[in-house]
T-cell receptor, first 116, second 111 residues
């Protein structure tokens, strides 16, 4: 079955430091991959997505992610973190595509704390 | 001009009661979803509708019944609420093969 692993439950970085959040997936075919961010008390906002093509994808808020098929990874990066980036980050993969609906499987999330 | 909206935002109720959560999207999408986020922030899909037709129905108790009066609305009715139903419920919508847009969530607390 398709699955997503986010090995880091909680990460703390200093403002201005670089960030990398890890995501590993298990999927037989070419995956559709996403990163979502959830601020406290809020819904999920899409940061970026990978469907095909260039393996380095750019997203909103200065985030990027790199798809590495050989490592089954889709790690999220940001060169300089801002205090407002403190949130919960979820990696997700489309586990099933029926043709009329897509079933997303989410990782367990990584909570990012930013120190000033 | 909220894309995906849910009402209510908070819902506190007693065990055994019946409650509904409403969801509306104005994005013109054909597909809508319900997800449950538990206390450990784990997100799991419950249902998916495409143009009012049930497409995905995960292993969810029969007490949960989605209803889609039209493709812009997907409501979730829960009968005989239990303590374990306490969670945040998210509605989402998408066009197939594209990303899902999530609503702000409904925090359900069962006492």
């Amino acid at each position: 079955a398709q699955s997503v692993t986010q090995p880091d439950i909680h990460i703390t970085v200093s403002e201005g430091a670089s960030l990398e959040l890890r995501c590993n997936y298990s999927y037989g075919a070419t995956p559709y991959l996403f990163w979502y961010v959830q601020s406290p008390g809020q819904g999920l906002q899409l940061l970026l997505k990978y469907f095909s093509g260039d393996t380095l994808v750019q997203g909103i808020k200065g985030f990027e992610a790199e798809f590495k098929r050989s490592q089954s990874s889709f790690n999220l990066r940001k060169p300089s973190v801002h205090w407002s980036d403190a949130a919960e980050y979820f990696c997700a993969v489309v586990a099933l595509n029926t043709g009329t609906a897509s079933k997303l499987t989410f990782g367990t999330g990584t909570r990012l704390q930013v120190t000033l | 001009d909220t894309a995906v909206s849910q009402t209510p935002k908070y819902l506190v109720t007693q065990m055994g009661n019946d409650k509904s959560i409403k969801c509306e999207q104005n994005l013109g999408h054909d597909t809508m979803y319900w997800y449950k986020q538990d206390s450990k922030k784990f997100l799991k899909i419950m249902f998916s509708y495409n143009n009012k037709e049930l497409i995905i129905n995960e292993t969810v108790p029969n007490r949960f019944s989605p209803k889609s009066p039209d493709k812009a609305h997907l409501n979730l009715h829960i009968n005989s609420l239990e303590l374990g139903d306490s969670a945040v419920y998210f509605c989402a919508s998408s066009q197939v093969f594209h990303e899902q847009f999530f609503g702000p969530g409904t925090r359900l607390t069962v006492l």
